[in-house]
């Protein structure tokens, strides 16, 4: 069993900064990936942010220089710094451990304002 509990999104204008947080409940949470992703509305589910065991990231190409993916293992928990905020980027945020696909949380919603 896995539980995924996000927090942190809300309101912000254009410009701004957001950190979402995600809580995982998992068995060796240190030994596994973790992705953020986004779901705008009408919009399928798009992978925004992945980050190894190790440490290592990636990032789709609309966020690069903007988003940082990390983690905190000793806590459980893989945070998304969000920078420079678009409109764009405005969905509910997901996190996930790819290595079990079929859990996921409730999201967060992230509404950036023009």
């Known amino acids: 069993q896995v539980q995924l509990v996000e927090s942190g999104g809300g309101l912000v204008q254009a410009g701004g900064s957001l950190r979402l947080s995600c809580v995982v409940s998992m068995w060796r949470f240190s030994l596994n990936a973790l992705r953020w992703y986004r779901q705008a509305p009408g919009k399928e589910r798009e992978l925004v942010a992945s980050?190894?065991?190790?440490?290592?990231?990636t990032y789709v190409d609309s966020v690069k220089g903007r988003f940082i993916i990390s983690r905190d293992n000793s806590k459980s928990t893989v945070y998304l710094q969000m920078n420079s905020l678009k409109p764009e980027d405005t969905a509910v945020y997901y996190c996930h451990a790819p290595s079990f696909p079929r859990f996921w949380g409730q999201g967060t919603q992230v509404t950036v304002s023009s």
């Open positions: 980050i190894t065991h190790g440490g290592s990231t």
